[in-house]
Every structure is written in C-alpha cells, then in structure tokens.
C-alpha cells in the first residue's frame, strides 16, 4: 500500500519521509514585477510593432520557454537508394506569432497570465523529473546539494551522466532555475519491495518529466 502524497517546498525537504517510495520535482513558473512592469512598458514604448513583438518574444524565452527546453535528439533519416542524414533536433520552444502579436497589441494580458502562472504547478504542470528511494528523505537531500554545488560551477555538457541524480541537477543549474521555485510531491510505499521501481518506471512512460526519463 502507499501512504498519502505530500508537498515538500524547498526549505522542506528535510521533513520528507523517512522511507521507500516515489518522488516528482516539479518549477513553479514566475514573472516578477519588475520583468512584467518593465515589458509592458517596453512593448507601450515600441517605435513599431515589430519591435514590440521582439520584446515580447524576449521576455516569453527568457522568463518561461527556455526553463523547459527539452535536451535536442540525435535522429538519423535514411531510405532506399537515398543518403542518410543524422543530426541533432532541437527542441523549438519558440511562442507562436499570433501569441506574440496579441501581445504586442495589449501587453496588459501579461498580468493575467502571470497569475495564472504562478498557479499553474502541479495541477498544469508537467514534472521536471521523477525518480525513487529506498530512503526519500536521503535522496532528495542529495538532489539538493548536488543542485546547490552545480549552481556555483557548472560542469561542462558530458561531465556528468544524465541519467542519474547529478544528471537532473546539472540540467537545472545549467538552465538557472530558481531552486527556491521548486517543489515536490512524495508517495511513500509501506515496504522495500522494489515496487517503487515499478512505480517509477511507469510514471516516467506515462508523464513525460522534462528534465529527465529513465
């Protein structure tokens, strides 16, 4: 059986559960007053639309998209008789221009939706990550350091395994999360079955975490 899910906030997660079961990290988006003050009146201010509609996009990368820009594929394209392709995909997280020239036209719209935002996790909100425990409180402690240390030196892309708990904190620091915006949700299996591996490798097909799959 599993006890009930709890909400961890970052100062918290010392008071996590002390046993065996799942775990999903979850950034709850912000724009701040100043970033929202300041683009309104940049878009206001625009000597044209194109111009406002630069602001705008701006603002939408670099306080929203790029957080949750998915690491690029490697994918190779082939057929008969043809040349095979390979190459990397990004991820294009690009806001959409009828988006962007609404925007443009009234920039107020900003303040709805940066209340709605701010709401918008977990109940919106895709996981960053889920993982498992056999000791939750543990291994989050662990998440939190090794997030704190990338923070002040970011190792360089292939220093670190992706697939593993420095994996998800090096996709953090490298995108500058605010890790006082993170959060995340425990369940707690009643014993050290392994069932929690079942568990976790089912919420990962299923709920697609941004910054890592396994």
């Given amino acids: 059986m599993a006890s009930e899910i709890q909400k961890h906030l970052w100062a918290d997660l010392a008071n996590a559960p002390d046993g065996p079961g799942v775990y999903a990290w979850y950034y709850s988006p912000e724009i701040t007053d100043f970033d929202l003050d300041r683009t309104i009146e940049a878009a206001r201010s625009a000597s044209d639309r194109v111009e406002a509609e630069r602001v705008i996009r701006a603002m939408l990368d670099g306080r929203l998209f790029h957080y949750f820009r998915e690491e690029p594929y490697t994918a190779a394209v082939s057929g008969p008789l043809k040349p095979t392709y390979v190459g990397s995909l990004e991820h294009d997280t690009a806001a959409?221009?009828?988006?962007?020239?609404?925007l443009a036209a009234e920039p107020d719209r900003l303040r709805t939706i940066r209340d709605v935002l701010a709401l918008?996790?977990?109940?919106?909100?895709?996981?960053?990550?889920?993982?498992?425990?056999?000791?939750?409180?543990?291994r989050l402690a662990r998440h939190k350091e090794l997030i704190e240390r990338?923070?002040?030196?970011?190792?360089?892309?292939?220093?670190?395994?992706?697939?593993?708990?420095a994996g998800f904190a090096w996709q953090v620091a490298k995108r500058k999360i605010p890790p006082e915006r993170l959060f995340v949700f425990t369940c707690s299996t009643t014993s050290d079955d392994g069932t929690a591996v079942d568990i976790e490798n089912i919420l990962n097909r299923i709920c697609y975490p941004i910054l890592g799959r396994n």
């Fill in 120 to 138: 918008s996790a977990p109940m919106f909100a895709s996981p960053l990550y889920i993982g498992m425990a056999t000791v939750l409180r543990g």
């Fill in 96 to 102: 959409s221009s009828s988006l962007v020239s609404r």
């Fill in 150 to 165: 990338f923070r002040s030196v970011v190792p360089r892309d292939g220093q670190v395994s992706r697939n593993s708990d």
